[in-house]
Antibody
Framework: QVQLVQSGAEVKKPGASVKVSCKASGYSFAAYHMHWVRQAPGQGLEWMGWINPNSGVTNYAQKFQGRVTMTRDTSISTAYMEVSRVISDDTAVYYCARMVTTSTDRWFDPWGQGTLVTVSS | QSVLTQPPSASGTPGQRVTISCSGSYSNIGSTNVNWYQQLPGTAPKLLIY???QRPSGVPDRFSGSKSGTSASLAISGLQSEDEADYYC???????????FGGGTKLTVL
């Protein structure tokens, strides 16, 4: 079955970088854009950006440009999302999600299980 | 401040029908289809409705979606205790080249 499995929880000090991985299985990894969405404690969903695993082309939400880097390793069907210079407001659960695209529509299915990133001094 | 507007909370008793609204603009809901995600407590979001009114395999037909103009709605009939969750609407926004989400609606089954 189609599945996304993310790396484990992280605790980082302010100013550090954190890198989260998302391993895909059950489908052709290169055929679907991978998006990243985060959710701060008790808050809603916030879209961060996407990567085209086939070409490596990325598109980041304006808020995260310059601080977020999305990469992939097609040999192991894994996408990565790195946030640099983290601050306390970056404390959140980070999700990867596969985007299914048709000629007229697009949606996320499935989502990874989430990775909790805690920023604390 | 989310781009799409949802009520923060909704509630109903078992067996009742509840609806959750989602309001947007021409650049998102008005131009594309709406999806709904269900997030049970402590878990990742899950696709509930796609393309305004389509249910993925395994989603009960108690869940239905609709869209009109720049607004959409999620209806849940025959409410059950296991429906207690957060519900998010989402739509693609061409100006962002990415999706926008509603702020989420917390559904309580009384």
């Amino acid at each position: 079955q189609v599945q996304l499995v993310q790396s484990g929880a992280e605790v980082k000090k302010p100013g550090a970088s954190v890198k989260v991985s998302c391993k895909a299985s059950g489908y052709s990894f290169a055929a679907y854009h991978m998006h990243w969405v985060r959710q701060a404690p008790g808050q809603g969903l916030e879209w961060m950006g996407w990567i085209n695993p086939n070409s490596g082309v990325t598109n980041y939400a304006q808020k995260f440009q310059g601080r977020v880097t999305m990469t992939r390793d097609t040999s192991i069907s894994t996408a990565y999302m790195e946030v640099s210079r983290v601050i306390s407001d970056d404390t959140a659960v980070y999700y990867c999600a596969r985007m299914v695209t048709t000629s007229t529509d697009r949606w996320f299915d499935p989502w990874g299980q989430g990775t909790l990133v805690t920023v604390s001094s | 401040q989310s781009v799409l507007t949802q009520p923060p909370s909704a509630s109903g008793t078992p067996g009742q029908r509840v609806t959750i609204s989602c309001s947007g603009s021409y650049s998102n809901i008005g131009s594309t289809n709406v999806n709904w995600y269900q997030q049970l407590p402590g878990t990742a979001p899950k696709l509930l409705i796609y393309s305004n009114d389509q249910r993925p395999s395994g989603v009960p037909d108690r869940f239905s979606g609709s869209k009109s103009g720049t607004s959409a709605s999620l209806a849940i009939s025959g409410l059950q205790s296991e429906d207690e969750a957060d519900y998010y609407c989402a739509a693609w926004d061409d100006s962002l080249n990415g999706p926008v989400f509603g702020g989420g609606t917390k559904l309580t089954v009384l």
